[in-house]
């Protein structure tokens, strides 16, 4: 699994130019899953991102989660973070689980996040044409990946 984790102010989700989901300060996550992930990957994944500290105390430190600020979270699949890019001008997207098992892990992964996170977790539509809108904070934006955990 990857993830694009950004720290915003606020955030929504438009599908057919309607509002669909929204959010205060939090995070808007971007989940792309590889057929290889397993629901392990999942748990690692959601206590990494519950616990990471990129919001910042009253010293202006980034040495606050997500959890710690009772931030509200924005779920959204997006396996175009899987996209190669090393042949030629087309992105080829061959370790991007199937539309099948990403749709199942995804479903999955918003379940164990939403019983293992307190707070407010809001989600996109698998597979939708999604507009998101959103106030970066910072800008902090991070990366993690489930196969390369730095």
Do not use: C
């Not at 980034?62 to 600020?69: A, Q």
């Not at 539309?99 to 995804?106: L, N, Q, S, W």
């Not at 106030?135 to 934006?141: Q, S």
């Amino acid at each position: 699994m990857r993830v694009v984790l950004q720290r915003v102010k606020g955030a929504n989700l438009e599908i057919d130019k309607k509002v669909f989901a929204q959010i205060q300060q939090g995070l808007v996550v971007l989940l792309a899953i590889e057929s290889s992930d397993e629901s392990s990957d999942a748990e690692w994944l959601i206590n990494k991102i519950i616990n990471l500290r990129i919001f910042s105390d009253q010293d202006g430190q980034m040495n606050l989660s997500v959890e710690d600020i009772k931030g509200q979270i924005l779920l959204v699949s997006q396996f175009t973070l899987f996209a190669s890019t090393k042949k030629g001008n087309r992105p080829g997207f061959t370790r991007a689980a199937s539309p099948k098992e990403a749709k199942e892990m995804y479903l999955k992964f918003v379940s164990l996040f939403k019983q293992k996170y307190k707070y407010e977790v809001q989600e996109g539509v698998f597979g939708a044409d999604m507009q998101i809108h959103l106030i970066n904070d910072g800008p902090v934006t991070i990366i993690i990946d489930t196969k390369n955990k730095e």
